[in-house]
Every structure is written in C-alpha cells, then in structure tokens.
C-alpha cells in the first residue's frame, strides 16, 4: 500500500486562500491520478478534484468550480490544492488518493468514487470561520 501525507490545512477566515499539498513516501505519484476529497462532521466524504496522472483535464466538483485548482509537480513527486474564496461550508477534513492503474478517463470526466482509490493520506483540517 501506497503512503500518502497531506499538509497545508488550517484555520483561514472566508474570502481567504490555503494550499494543500499530498505526497508520497517511497514511491512516486507521478504515474496516478490523484484525488482530493473533504468530510465534514456528519457527512459522507466527497470527490473535491481529482488530477489525472498527466495534470490535464483536472475534474472539479461543482461546489469547488472556479475557486479551486488542482495541479503536480512531477519533479517534486506532489500534487497540489490551490483553494481560493473560501467559504465557511469548505470546512472540512481533506485527504488525497492515489488511483490505482491507467484510468485517467475516470478522474478527468468526474465519474469517479471513493472506492476507484486504493492510497489514502491521514488528512489534514481546514476551517474557514471569521
């Protein structure tokens, strides 16, 4: 099993920003999409992003559309979260993934669920409160 650690998570007011970064430990990621997913208290965890193994054709989910952006730095063996204009329902745990195989085609065209991940990071907490 894969090893993924998230970092960048905080307290930040709304109308701020924060990245995220997921990386893993002792193997690359530079050959899986990569998704990113958030849980909040009482609700199921939820698709945010997902990076194809290329970086082209990031996925969004509508609620995160146009303040989110997804990218990787392959040299740097990380993906990362660009979350801008955040609002106080973004509070949440996020965690990355790693997607087994050559699926691109899952993670570009958002037909993807929790269980198309087999790597899973620990997470980290983001609260936007004032």
């Known amino acids: 099993q894969l090893h993924l650690a998230e970092s960048g998570g905080g307290l930040v007011q709304p109308g701020g920003s924060l990245r995220l970064s997921c990386t893993g430990s002792g193997f690359t990621l530079n050959y899986q999409a990569i998704g990113w997913f958030r849980q909040a208290p009482g609700k199921e965890r939820e698709g945010v992003a997902c990076?194809?193994?290329?970086?082209?054709?990031?996925n969004y989910a509508d609620s995160v559309k146009g303040r989110i952006t997804g990218s990787r730095d392959k040299a740097k063996n990380a993906v990362y979260l660009q979350m801008n204009n955040l609002k106080p329902e973004d509070s949440a745990v996020y965690y990355c993934a790693a997607m087994p195989g050559a699926r691109d085609g899952l993670c570009m065209h958002g037909t993807y669920s929790t269980t198309d991940f087999s790597s899973w990071g620990q997470g980290t907490q983001v609260t936007v409160s004032s």
């Open positions: 990076i194809s193994s290329s970086g082209a054709l990031p």
